[in-house]
């Protein structure tokens, strides 16, 4: 199991699931056009905490971190408000 481990601690499982949902989002969008900008948005804020956890994964400067998560929160904003619309 010591790959495993390797493959968590490079990152490179994040890499599978952000290709997960790109398959996902490729998929919203060829199935369900109406919806895909509502689909989307919902997305995005994981997305983005996704690639922040790669990057702490992979020992990145603190300040791409902060970056990633900080660009989630207006998309997590955006979903929220149309959610409760």
């Known amino acids: 199991m010591n790959w495993l481990a390797d493959w968590v601690d490079s990152g490179r499982v994040i890499d599978l699931l952000l290709l997960v949902i790109a398959i996902e989002i490729a998929a919203l969008a ?5 919806r895909f900008a509502v689909v989307l948005l919902g ?4 997305l983005c905490l996704m690639l922040a956890l790669r990057e702490a994964l992979g020992d990145q400067d603190w300040r791409v971190i902060l970056l990633w998560i900080t660009a989630s929160l ?12």
């Open 30 to 34: 060829f199935w369900n056009r109406a």
């Open 43 to 46: 997305l995005l804020p994981g």
């Open 74 to 85: 207006p998309f997590h904003l955006a979903d929220l408000r149309l959610r409760l619309k």
